[in-house]
Nanobody, 126 residues
Framework: QVQLEESGGGLVEAGGSLTLSCTASRRAFSRLSMGWFRQAPGKEREFVAVVSRGGGTKYYAESVKGRFTISRDNAKNSVSLQMNSLKPEDTAVYYC???????????????????WGQGTQVTVSP
């Protein structure tokens, strides 16, 4: 089990930016695909972005493409989510997730991830 800890959430006005960070407590961090999900009140947890083990493959939800950027630093066991041009509909609790995968596969489905952080609140005001 990987322990994940998110940070960087907060309150921002529409059009603003935030950067979320997630640190993993595992030496073999480079064997993990890392993802971000979010859950708004009354809604299902949804996929936001994922980055492959080496950082070369990234996938994004259509709703965040062109605005959010996922990146990782394997030397620091961390993954980040840069969020620009934020909208009120981006308001949610954001979760970091991990999955140990083979080199050629990058998961995107919620059920594929087996370790989750506690979440960090992002609130975007109109």
């Amino acid at each position: 089990q990987v322990q994940l800890e998110e940070s960087g959430g907060g309150l921002v006005e529409a059009g603003g930016s935030l950067t979320l960070s997630c640190t993993a407590s595992r030496r073999a961090f480079s064997r993990l695909s890392m993802g971000w999900f979010r859950q708004a009140p009354g809604k299902e947890r949804e996929f936001v972005a994922v980055v492959s083990r080496g950082g070369g493959t990234k996938y994004y939800a259509e709703s965040v493409k062109g605005r959010f950027t996922i990146s990782r630093d394997n030397a620091k066991n961390s993954v980040s989510l840069q969020m620009n041009s934020l909208k009120p509909e981006d308001t949610a609790v954001y979760y970091c997730a991990s999955k140990s995968t083979i080199l050629t596969y990058t998961p995107q489905q919620r059920h594929e991830f087996d370790s989750w952080g506690q979440g960090t609140q992002v609130t975007v005001s109109p």
